[in-house]
């Protein structure tokens, strides 16, 4: 089944940028929708971006015209393309086989995640 490993975090000033990466194994993830979620410390889960196996996108309110989601078939990879970062958003970013219509979210794709720090 889909395992999806996420790398590409790190500390940064605000304003930085950073892309993550998400890495699929087990099989492509070309048939699937693939969503970027995110869990600041003392916070719920909430979702940034999905792409879907069309490459139709959306978009948290919170990170529209900053960051990107885009897919890479042939490298298997999702990747998340961050700018002008903020403090608020730090966080661990995961990824996971989602369905961006719905928001069904299949628990059992998480990777261990990747920590993004903003801060002066």
């Known amino acids: 089944q889909l395992q999806l490993v996420e790398s590409g975090g790190g500390s940064v000033q605000p304003g930085g940028s950073l892309r993550l990466s998400c890495v699929a194994s087990?099989?492509?993830?070309?048939?699937?929708?693939i969503g970027w979620f995110r869990q600041a410390p003392g916070k719920e889960r909430e979702g940034v971006s999905c792409?879907?196996?069309?490459?139709?996108?959306n978009y948290a309110d919170s990170v529209k015209g900053r960051f990107t989601i885009s897919r890479d078939n042939a490298k298997n990879t999702v990747f998340l393309q961050m700018n002008s970062l903020k403090p608020e958003d730090t966080a661990v970013y995961t990824c996971?086989?989602?369905?961006?219509?719905?928001?069904?979210?299949?628990?059992?794709?998480w990777g261990q995640g990747t920590q993004v720090t903003v801060s002066s």
């Open positions: 996971a086989r989602e369905d961006c219509h719905t928001g069904w979210v299949h628990f059992g794709s």
């Open positions: 087990g099989e492509t993830l070309v048939y699937y929708d």
């Open positions: 792409i879907t196996y069309r490459n139709t996108t």
